[in-house]
């Protein structure tokens, strides 16, 4: 874990020149001699720097029992989970809330979860008549229209 | 001292129907939060903040998230007894002695102690919140900008040195937490930070889908990983009110592990995990048959419940005297004051007697109803965990997605959150606190803002902070905590380093 540790290190080394740069440049530290809105961000900027860097120095070497970032397939249903859940984000929009849901909710259980199609698509209506129910009827929440509903 | 005319005020307000409903729910959401893993009561109060803003009044609001809170703690020794895997962090303790005992067939009366311990526990936090809170928050009113300054500033150290394994990796989250603070507008000069083009972020970025990406999607991703390998309870619960002589034995195992998770739990970040901690070592030290712990001693389970208890009631004092919260739970209530228009802090108690009384005497009421829920329908909790992973999953993530978007009907809000969830689960991945990330993001703004006036006040000049008696001693004491920890580190490193040398003489070959 080790090298991921270092990895991190350097990511926010990144975020933190990345802040250093807005506050020092595009901000300003001090406004006619009093704070101004760069100061504390650049004042966090350079402690995560050094706090990076400390992060780095502690993470040289190899580790003693070297122990991987994913156990070996541990990675697919995680992965497909955030697939289907970006689908979801992309229909929103466009296919609206409910039909989204019952998108999601299917997809999930048939891919990620290995459930029958049935169950999958019937869990998946009840599902979105509850989200239906609670949030559009009762919240009464503005969802977006789509093509069914 | 003891202001009875408030609490009485308090109990008009919890009795209503409406807030005695929406306390029964939150117990009963947290006792199912608590009682299965995965979940913590962060996440879920990041899931209900949505909904609460939907709810009418804001004492209904915080009585339903505080009832989650507390009632966490008690489901949470559930699982650790009978599965040996704890549903919160808090109870982790439990699992030692817990589990031993329901493998010794004793599980109902490990689980009729923890519930008693519990209550008494609670009510003992309760009771000393409803004496301490009002002077404290007297006190807190002679606070100016350096004072709250210096505050957040021991507050978050101490905060993200006790949370987590790591000292480093939490002080580095609530860096980042701070930064994430300060994107949008500037409250002060107006000035637009960190949006880099992006409309949607010139107003400040949101807690709530900053909580849930963090919290929900991070922690559901996480779960994934491990799902399929939660065994399902086929332990039979015979008798689940422990004896007179199982109550003679824990009675001042749940004494002192009250009085230690209450005073644990006021400190920032001491919460209910280290609170179970330091009782069960303190209940271990003090014990006649210090060999009979990690065997089945009913203290190790009688002490660490109670003081995760205590601690959970206790951690309100600060959010509500001093509007600091100490950990990730009551960072999301801070955050529901917040969207409800209340600021949390010493003018919370005089202007808003009613949210302020209604809670605690809501926690009153709670405690009594979890003793219930947890006692008699301990069976119903149980068969609560023969619900699969599987389907609970999606209908949190759902709850999730449609949730964060109805806080703003932003469907930017959905690809924010889903990049925080990331984020979220790659910091866990590579065992990053998330609570310090949180807790500097809601202190951020109360901490540049102090920082900000105060060097207003002196022209400029950082001593302010040194000159004023009160902020000097929180420095002085800040800067003392991060020494002595410096040192232990140094220590340890040392120590580490000495261990490994005799195996540096002699390496072993490594296959590349």
Known sequence: MKSWQRYAGVFLLALAGVVIQQSFWVLRLFDHGQPGSGLMPFGLGVILAVLAVILIATNLGTDAAPEPFWEPKAWVRPLLALAITVLFAWLFDDVGAITSVVVLVACWLFLVERKGALVSAGTAAATGLVVWLVFERFLQTPFPRGLLF | ?512
């Open chain 2, 1 to 512: 001292m003891f202001e009875f005319a408030g609490l009485l005020q308090g109990f008009e307000v919890a009795f209503t129907p409406v807030n005695l409903m929406w306390c029964l729910i939150g117990c009963l959401l947290g006792t199912a939060v608590g009682v299965l893993p995965g979940l913590g009561p962060a996440a879920t109060i990041a899931l209900l903040l949505p909904i609460s803003m939907k709810m009418g009044t804001p004492v209904t609001a915080i009585i339903l998230m505080s009832g989650v809170f507390y009632g966490a703690m008690y489901g949470g020794s559930t699982t650790s007894i009978l599965l040996k895997l704890p549903g919160e962090a808090a109870s982790v303790v439990t699992c030692i002695d817990g589990y031993q005992m329901a493998r010794n067939g004793r599980a109902g009366a490990a689980l009729g102690v923890a519930a008693i311990g519990s209550f008494v526990a609670g009510t003992v936090g309760v009771i000393g919140m409803t004496m301490m809170a009002p002077p404290l928050a007297e006190a807190a009113l002679k606070f100016g900008p350096p004072e709250y300054f210096s505050l957040t500033v021991l507050g978050l150290l101490l905060a993200t040195y006790l949370t987590g394994e790591s000292a480093l990796k939490g002080l580095i989250m609530a860096v980042i937490g701070l930064i994430l603070g300060c994107v949008g507008l500037d409250p002060l000069s107006g000035a637009v930070r960190f949006d880099f083009g992006i409309t949607a972020l010139q107003s400040n970025l949101d807690f709530v889908t900053l909580a849930m990406g963090l919290f929900g999607v991070g922690e559901i991703l996480y779960s994934l990983e491990k799902a399929g390998a939660a065994t399902l309870v086929t332990t039979r619960i015979e008798r689940i009110f422990p004896t007179l002589a199982d109550l003679a034995r824990s009675k001042w195992a749940m004494v002192r592990g009250s009085v230690i998770g209450f005073l644990v739990g006021i400190l920032p970040g001491g919460g209910a995990v280290l609170s179970s901690l330091v009782s069960y070592a303190v209940e271990k030290k003090a014990s006649k048959h210090p060999e009979e712990f990690g065997k089945g001693a009913i203290e190790g389970v009688a002490g660490p419940e109670s003081a995760n208890n205590a601690a959970a009631s206790s951690s309100f004092i600060p959010l509500l005297t001093l509007g600091i919260p100490g950990n990730a739970s009551t960072a999301m209530i801070f955050a529901a004051l917040l969207i409800h228009g209340i600021t949390p802090g010493p003018f919370l108690i005089k202007e808003h007697a009613d949210v302020f009384w209604g809670v605690v005497a809501s926690m009153y009421l709670g405690n009594v109803v979890l003793l219930i829920l947890n006692l008699p329908l301990i069976g119903i909790w149980v068969q609560l965990l023969r619900v699969p992973y599987a389907f609970m999953a999606p209908m949190i993530m759902v709850l999730t997605l449609v949730g964060v978007y109805s806080v703003n009907n932003s469907a930017f809000d959905i690809w924010v959150m889903l990049f925080m969830g990331v984020c979220g689960y790659v910091a866990r991945k590579l065992k990053f606190d998330l609570g310090p990330l949180l807790l500097a993001f809601v202190l951020g703004p109360i901490m540049e803002r102090s920082l900000r006036q105060a060097l207003l006040m002196s022209n400029g000049k950082a001593d302010i902070f040194f000159t004023h008696p009160i902020s000097a001693a929180l420095l002085g004491i800040a800067a003392l905590f991060v020494l002595y920890n410096l040192r232990l580190a140094w220590r340890k490193r040392r120590e580490a380093g000495a261990g490994a040398q005799p195996q540096q003489e002699a390496p072993q070959p490594r296959k590349e």
